[in-house]
């Protein structure tokens, strides 16, 4: 049984950074891709970044580009999310989530796992 964890989430300035971390049980976190995604209020599941299994290729929405790095740790089962110059539009509860095989892919159906969500707000 996978089960995921994110945390790191909270209420920064505009211009600032944040980490967020997920932290995921079970035995094919190495094995799978894994993903970040973004809900605003209101809005649609959206694409953040995922990272293959080895973590040597990424895959980054437009509006994050040279501004979030995704990485990961097979060894601590966790993937991390760095969000630097953030802005207001960024505000959103973030998912972490997990794709059995080794593909990467940005439409939320084409993962298996997910955990509850940390809310990150961006204030002006």
């Known amino acids: 049984q996978v089960q995921l964890a994110e945390s790191g989430g909270g209420l920064v300035q505009a211009g600032g950074s944040l980490r967020l971390f997920c932290a995921a049980s079970g035995r094919t976190f190495s094995t799978s891709a894994m993903g970040w995604f973004r809900q605003a209020l209101g809005k649609g599941r959206e694409f953040v970044a995922c990272i293959s299994p080895s973590g040597s290729n990424t895959r980054y929405a437009d509006s994050v580009k040279r501004r979030f790095t995704i990485s990961r740790d097979n060894a601590k089962n966790t993937v991390y999310l760095q969000m630097n110059s953030l802005k207001p539009e960024d505000t959103a509860v973030y998912y972490c989530?997990?794709?059995?095989?080794?593909?990467?892919?940005?439409?939320?159906?084409?993962?298996?796992?997910w955990g509850q969500g940390t809310q990150v707000t961006v204030s002006s």
């Open positions: 989530a997990q794709r059995n095989g080794g593909a990467l892919g940005a439409i939320p159906s084409h993962y298996d796992y």
